[in-house]
């Protein structure tokens, strides 16, 4: 599942950081993760297509996570998308959706299919599951998961080989499932699945916090995830404001990422006032100490989430550099 | 007058040229020609802030004329605005205004006074009045002249100085058109403001066409302005396109420029596919043919317009190069 960080700033642009987007690919479906003002401009030499993504999530209706959509719906149709858009997001959703897309006289080539959700809701986008829960920011607001269909097993390339099973349609019939017979040397042989092939391994998974309060629900929805990309709008130095605006602190996000126990962490929508590196630093720091391995990525950004381990894309797919860690 | 082009595509964003907007100066008034999509993202590092923007004017409800309003709205409330902002536009501007502001949660901690204006009317923001015009786009569309007040005559030093009058506060008098009497060795002494002031002088004007076909309208309201921005969504390469789609070619827009007389000519509203150097240039060339000396701008020109003559803004006001002229 790839991962990649279209803005990671909060509440306005700044120089360093658009607002908030994050798109999520797994085989042939992209899931944006919110979609602030100016996210079409952000996919333009990345590996995100406008065309090519399937749903656009919301997490809560802050301008900063959900003003990119009408442009991008307005250039989606402009250069001649005419499959469905799915949008989802908190009850009112839909009629957010239907003044943004009126505000101006553009009527989009294509269907845009909103859905409301609410705690414990689930979706289905292509091969990925979407479910939400409820968080704490003040106002109706969502996290949500993205879980990847199973993978395959494990295929004993030894013991198939042993075997005498020759490589090739057999293989791939075992693979998928199938029960193979076959004559080989004058011996009938028979094969179930589950004697080469290892049993079905979780899907990759990744849960997006949107803003909030440092939250149960999300460290319960992030159980055993792959990643956790949570929000952590300001460091220690500003712990009192991130109470004041219903926020997180990256220590508070970290902590949330351990209870849960995901595989790794990466925190967004971080305030303009920390547009210095030192600032970023110490931040990242803080998480540290709590979560090693917390990274804190760069607009455009792309990560290869696998499990318990992620590596930046290559260079050639959009990626801007490597992960950054712990120092 | 201080003309910065904050984004000069067409239609989407590209990594060259954002979507409209420009922002025009006078003395202590800002007045914003449409906003595209991340317009306040595009004033980061330009002489232009959100805060001291007086007003608003929107040519057409087109996306990428308009969809960085509620974003700004937004941005310039958590930076604490209390003052009105004006918001200009067509007949539909305030459904359009109310659409797009109401789509988030968030409501802005200052005035939005919207007007809507058609053919003819004026309007005022602060010392200077803009104008509109009816012009050709499919739907209701708008051109506008912004006017500054105009200007004090030249002072003429030698006269005042061979008259016998003291620099100082009677200089001032006179500036102000107020006749002075004194007594000089003796003499006593009675000076009309208009034997030392010149008459006034008319005040700078841009004229901004929107999006629109060659249309007389703008020629019209551009008779004499010291500069018209004119879109140029098309080179002669694709004038069917320009036909097909209610636009103008760069040739076009110097046609209109030449025959309003108008002191210099700046084309926008790029088509996304001219993102190579040379179709630039080749689009320069065809308006030069007509009307020498046009520039198209890049997103972050600054330019102090003159009567009759334009100079980029001094590098530390952001202005980002030399005026660009026919080769």
Redesign the interface.
């Given at each position: 599942m790839r991962s990649c960080f279209l803005g990671t700033g909060g509440?306005?642009?700044?120089?360093e950081r658009?607002?908030l987007s994050i798109a999520l690919t797994h085989s042939r479906n992209t899931v944006l993760l919110d979609c602030g003002?100016?996210t079409?401009?952000q996919m333009?030499?990345s590996p995100v297509s406008p065309l090519k993504i399937d749903a656009i999530v919301v997490t809560?209706?802050?301008?900063?996570h959900?003003?990119?959509i009408?442009?991008l719906v307005?250039?989606m149709s402009?250069?001649g998308r005419k499959r469905p858009l799915m949008i989802a997001g908190p009850s009112?959703i839909h009629a957010?959706?239907e003044?943004?897309l009126?505000?101006?006289?553009?009527r989009p080539g294509f269907e845009v299919d909103v859905r409301e959700m609410k705690d414990g809701d689930r979706l289905v986008v292509g091969s990925l599951t979407v479910r939400c829960a409820s968080v704490e920011h003040g106002?109706e607001a969502l996290a949500y998961r993205v879980d990847a269909p199973p993978r395959p097993g494990f295929f004993d390339r030894a013991k198939a080989e042993s075997m005498g099973i020759p490589q090739g349609r057999l293989w791939g019939d075992l693979q998928r499932g199938k029960t193979i017979r076959s004559n080989q040397g004058g011996v009938d042989l028979e094969v179930r699945p589950e004697q080469i092939v290892g049993p079905a391994r979780p899907g990759l998974s990744v849960v997006y916090s949107g803003d909030t309060l440092p939250h149960g629900s999300v460290a319960a929805l992030s159980r055993d995830a792959d990643a956790l990309i949570h929000e952590a709008t300001f460091s220690d130095r500003h712990a009192d404001l991130a109470r004041d605006y219903l926020h997180s602190t990256a220590r508070e996000a970290a902590e949330i990422a351990s209870e849960a126990g995901v595989g790794s962490l990466f925190l967004v929508h971080i305030s303009p006032r920390y547009s210095a590196p030192d600032l970023i630093d110490e931040m990242r720091k803080e998480a540290c100490e709590v979560f090693p391995g917390a990274i804190i990525p760069s607009d455009g950004e792309c990560f290869e989430i696998g499990r318990r381990t992620n590596k930046p894309c290559k260079p050639e797919d959009g990626g801007a550099g490597a992960v950054r860690t712990c120092r």
């Open positions: 509440s306005w642009p700044t120089r658009n607002v003002e100016g079409q401009r333009i030499g809560h209706l802050h301008g900063d959900f003003l990119g009408p442009g307005q250039s402009l250069n009112s957010s959706v003044s943004s009126s505000s101006t006289v553009f106002i």
